[in-house]
């Protein structure tokens, strides 16, 4: 596509944004989406649409879709993903590996830190975590925090990495560098659908893959790095070859389609609270094609507050099996539950610190400018300034909750105002970020929508980057909600030379 404009039908009316990734100002493709110039001048409007139908049929087909509750009721709602790839080059892509490597060390260290302290004996004056003794971070922002769980220490066993699978959230500013917007530790969900836009988009448009140009990154790399980081955890008693499941809360879990995904890719049971049974030796064993199998790393695919809602077949709460298993040094959980003290709000403000802290290096990342409310002198700072930050509440997990103060009216402005006033503790403030878009489908062509990315990471034999990022993309005009749930579709990622 020599002129950017192809035909001059996908891109009549692309109104480029600051910051757009595909189009540059002049209107011509930029040069990390120029190899998919001639795909899509031969394709026009009309083969782009088909392409979009094509794609909708086959995750149809395979039941590719996320579930959300409103109104009381759950419902299943399609991941659509847009034909476009979303391209991100691996000269970029290498800076952002690193960047998140870093930061998931530092996180692993500050939980090992965190919790260590409820294992020394109540007399110790050095109680507090290393990081609160050393004045880095107050005492409040871990003892209080609502992510604690002061019953998780006995979830590890020592030395076990905390948070074996980390989902980093990060957005592309319109200048081009590139932020991190939020930390997932506890359960972190998208690579299975990750995998799954690679396998629609080769299904649906086998000519995208087939026209000879560079080949980008097979994120399908990144399953047996996945299975060798599940492997890490397993407990030191573990003799021989250890042995894998996933465990999930059923059909009815939001991601229920990236459960049977993985555990199908790690060729490993997929297993409910109910096909759990304790084992004489202290372990645990699961029902897998009507045989009891010793288990000996169980990757937990559903939230730590709901792990004692679960019974297994003896009666007995998951979370107390589970407990008892860890506890005899049979059992390692992925990822062990209490990881919400390093994941939350507030915890995301000192991150840089903890870099610092425990690493002795800089952060190799930007982190928005955030104030966390619970201290008075930070939440003077910005009292006045609720129209112009994001408010989002601490035990908001990935961002839940969340008002941005310049697109609120005046009386919801003042709503907000009379409700932090009240609660400061409650939220931290944040500084908007004028973040990337990319030409995505829309009726009648392209136009830009916003897009985050999630880039997912491993601690098993060393800390490494996942090849499989997820880019999700909001889908109207202006908004940046990127949720499947809430109308958002994916692209597939490619990492390319």
């Known amino acids: 596509m020599s002129s950017g404009r192809g035909?001059?039908?996908l891109f009549t009316g692309y109104s480029t944004p600051r910051g757009d990734e595909g189009i540059d100002r002049a209107g011509r493709l930029t040069d990390g989406y120029a190899v998919l110039g001639p795909w899509l001048e031969r394709l026009g409007v009309a083969g782009l649409t088909a392409a979009a139908t094509a794609l909708a049929a086959e995750r149809r087909s395979r039941g590719i879709a996320v579930a959300g509750w409103a109104d009381g009721r759950q419902r299943a709602h399609p991941f659509p993903l847009d034909p476009l790839p979303r391209i991100v080059p691996l000269a970029e892509w290498a800076g952002l590996a690193a960047g998140v490597e870093q930061r998931h060390r530092a996180l692993n260290?500050?939980?090992a830190d965190a919790y260590r302290p409820a294992g020394?004996?109540?007399?110790?004056a050095d109680r507090a975590p290393e990081i609160v003794r050393a004045g880095v971070v107050p005492e409040w922002a871990v003892a209080h925090s609502p992510g604690r769980d002061p019953e998780a220490v006995a979830l590890a066993w020592p030395g076990q990495a905390r948070a074996v699978l980390a989902g980093t959230d990060l957005l592309r500013t319109a200048t081009g560098s590139?932020?991190?917007l939020g930390d997932n530790l506890q359960v972190p969900s998208g690579l299975g659908f990750a995998l799954a836009n690679r396998d629609s988009a080769r299904a649906a448009m086998p000519e995208l893959f087939g026209s000879g140009g560079a080949a980008p990154?097979?994120?399908?790399?990144?399953v047996p790095m996945l299975r060798a980081a599940l492997e890490s955890a397993a407990p030191p008693a573990c003799s021989g070859p250890p042995r894998l499941a996933v465990l999930t809360a059923g059909e009815g879990d939001g991601a229920w389609f990236e459960h049977r995904l993985l555990a199908d890719a790690l060729g490993v049971p997929l297993v409910r609270a109910s096909e759990?049974?304790?084992r004489i030796d202290g372990g645990v064993e699961v029902l897998a094609d009507g045989l009891r199998t010793p288990v000996d790393v169980l990757y937990r695919r559903f939230d730590d507050g709901a792990l004692g809602a679960y019974p297994t077949p003896i009666g007995q709460p998951v979370d107390v099996l589970l407990t008892e298993a860890v506890r005899a040094g049979r059992l390692g959980l992925v990822n062990v539950p209490g990881n919400g003290v390093a994941d939350d709000a507030a915890a995301y403000a000192w991150v840089p610190a903890m870099i610092s802290f425990y690493l002795d290096e800089k952060p190799l990342l930007d982190s928005v400018p955030t104030w966390v409310l619970a201290d008075p002198d930070q939440w003077a700072q910005v009292r006045d300034r609720l129209h112009e930050l994001v408010l989002t509440p601490v035990a908001g997990y990935g961002g839940g909750g969340a008002v941005v103060g310049p697109s609120c009216s005046a009386a919801e402005l003042a709503r907000l105002q009379a409700e932090v006033a009240a609660a400061p503790h409650r939220f931290?403030?944040?500084?908007?970020?004028?973040i990337s878009t990319a030409p995505t489908l829309v009726e009648g062509g392209l136009q830009p929508r916003h897009v985050d990315l999630r880039v997912f990471s491993v601690a098993g034999p060393a800390t490494r980057v996942l090849p499989a990022p997820l880019t999700r993309v909001a889908p109207a005009a202006g908004s940046r909600v990127t949720s499947a749930d809430r109308g958002g579709a994916g692209k597939d990622t490619w990492l390319l030379a």
Do not use: K
């Open 7 to 9: 035909d001059g039908e």
């Open 109 to 111: 260290a500050f939980l």
């Open 120 to 124: 020394r004996r109540r007399g110790d």
């Open 178 to 180: 590139w932020i991190v």
């Open 217 to 222: 990154v097979d994120p399908w790399d990144a």
């Open 276 to 278: 759990i049974w304790p």
């Open 428 to 434: 931290v403030a944040q500084e908007p970020v004028d």
